[in-house]
């Protein structure tokens, strides 16, 4: 069974400054993680993934995300956060990949990040 | 990206009808989609996986009888949640996998109904 950790319901950073949001994984076999993004009543818009290659994923809107195979982590990160940025983030992962992507994910509880002006 | 359409966004129901919502891949052809349902402040819950031309494979748990999905062509799947409850009151949410291109999985909007 794959599943995700994201340890902190809200987090809370100044605009400017730079966010961290947490998330570890568990699956058995090769891991595909990815990052999304939902604001209040919308669907999921993709951030990032990763596949396989380079630990460290860039994605859209300045967000990237470093994977750690030994701490089972793969973190979301952004140098300088912006008001706009204030959503709901879901790490989520799969173990299985077919026709060049991944099928039904599993998603963590969600991390609501909120940017203070 | 690709564009995934859900229909209706809102529904409002009264307790024992049933509920259709559509699934619809605009600019590509999905083989599989994936139904969620999403709790309030909770994750979303894999319901089943749906797809074209065979029955649906439904997550442990989830009643098949209950929330039917069918994936009758390659750009639209319905989930009818049949004899509602208020505690089927939830959001769903739908992906589609964009098999021919990049394989990558693109989320519909999102359906919110409310069972009175």
């Known amino acids: 069974a794959q599943s995700v950790a994201q340890p902190e319901d809200q987090v809370n950073v100044a605009e400017g400054n730079p966010l961290t949001v947490k998330c570890t994984y568990s699956?058995?076999?090769?891991?595909?993680l990815f990052w999304y993004v939902q604001y209040p009543n919308r669907g999921l818009q993709f951030l990032l993934k990763?596949?396989?290659?380079?630990?460290l994923v860039k994605g859209s809107y300045g967000f990237e995300a470093e994977f750690n195979k030994s701490q089972t982590s793969f973190h979301l990160k952004k140098p300088s956060a912006l008001v706009s940025d204030s959503a709901l983030y879901f790490c989520?992962?799969?173990?299985?990949?077919?026709?060049?992507?991944?099928?039904?994910?599993?998603f963590g509880k969600g991390t609501h990040l909120i940017i203070q002006p | 990206g690709a564009v995934v359409s859900q229909h209706p966004s809102r529904v409002i129901c009264k307790s024992g009808t049933s509920v259709k919502i559509e699934c619809r891949s605009l600019?590509?052809?999905?083989?599989?989609m994936f139904w969620y349902r999403q709790f309030p402040k909770k994750s979303l819950m894999l319901m089943a996986t749906?797809?074209?031309?065979?029955?649906?494979?439904?997550e442990q748990g989830v009643e098949k009888d209950k929330f039917l999905i069918n994936h009758a062509s390659l750009t639209l799947s319905t989930l009818t949640v049949t004899s509602a409850h208020p505690e089927d009151s939830s959001f769903y949410i739908c992906?589609?996998?964009?098999?021919?291109?990049?394989?990558?999985?693109?989320f519909g909007e999102g359906s919110r109904l409310t069972v009175l």
């Open positions: 992906s589609a996998k964009d098999f021919a291109n990049t394989g990558e999985l693109f």
């Open positions: 699956v058995s076999g090769n891991p595909y």
């Open positions: 990763y596949i396989t290659g380079d630990n």
């Open positions: 989520a992962v799969s173990h299985t990949w077919a026709g060049g992507g991944a099928d039904g994910l599993t």
């Open positions: 600019d590509f052809q999905a083989t599989t």
């Open positions: 749906s797809n074209e031309g065979s029955k649906a494979t439904y």
